[in-house]
């Protein structure tokens, strides 16, 4: 198979190289890395560097590229761009994905699948979520700091059996991957997580173990919460009566430092993924008649 991952940032990165590690000399399956810039040019000149807890080790694709053309086509491919980049990246290498690919989303967001089969409509799209805190170092290194480093995808049907080859794509490399038929859940409650800490922590300038020990602030995140959950619920997905307890629990084991991804593109000027977390919560919530006022304060505040 020709497998392709687009975006090798901290999330491509992190799970193409553990692809990457283990079909590098596979006659079955060849992986293929979409970047671009330095990126892609010290990939190209030195292979992708990975700093791991697992350990270190440089990943080596057999091609990575950002030329369609060159590219060919793909039998599974992995979106790992920002969100606000999906559609554009989509429709770049849209000549490169027909009818029998298989196209998995792995971003911040839960309705990524849905915007891909608006670009893709002949396409097989499944959903997917990860927990991970990594990051592009410098071009073409990625470090991998914290966080479950677990993917799971799906759909939320009976037909998700059929993807269990994926699944065991997966699971050979070492990846902490689970197949789902309730994938809305599992994308709603990681966006329990994401939306209001990334918010929060964008809004103040404060890390996880900041938040964590200031009580007015863990308050804070809790109360944001538990307005992802109203609205999620009112959209007629219900999360576990512990999802609460339980991302609070995240947020009080992750490294004291450590930080969100729309929290550190904010601090260095870059574009923020402020519209598929934070604006999609408010939005949603307008929409589902749930108020939102946490959110809405801090959509405002960011905005400013």
Known sequence: MRIAIVG???????????LVREYENSNQ?????????????????????????????????????????????????????KSYSLESSAREFISCINKNTVVIPLLNGVNSAERLRAVLPQTDVLSGSVYIISHIEKPGVIHQEDGACKLTFGTDDESAPKYQYVLDILLQAKINAVLTDKISEALWTKYLLM???????????KTYGAIWADSSLRKKARDMM???????????????????????????????????????????????????????????????????????????????
Do not use: W
Request: charged content about 25%.
């Open 8 to 18: 090798i940032g901290g999330v491509g990165g992190y799970f193409g190289g553990k």
């Open 29 to 81: 399956h060849e992986i293929i890395f979409i970047a671009r810039g330095e990126h892609l040019k010290a990939i190209k000149e030195n292979g992708l560097h990975l700093i791991t807890r697992e350990g270190d080790y440089i990943a080596r694709p057999r091609l990575a590229t950002d030329n369609p053309a060159e590219a060919g086509i793909f039998d599974l491919v992995f979106f790992c761009t």
């Open 195 to 205: 939306c209001p800490m990334a918010s929060l922590m964008s809004a103040t300038n």
């Open 226 to 304: 538990l307005e992802v959950v109203a609205v999620a619920n009112a959209r007629h997905i219900f999360l576990p009566e512990d999802s609460v307890d339980k991302s609070m629990e995240m947020v009080a084991g992750f490294g004291h430092n450590s930080k969100t991804s729309m929290q550190l593109d904010r601090e260095n000027g870059r574009q923020t993924e402020i519209d598929a977390l934070t604006a999609y919560l408010c939005k949603a919530g307008k929409e589902s008649g749930v108020s939102t006022p946490l959110h809405d304060e801090i959509y405002f505040q960011l905005k400013m």
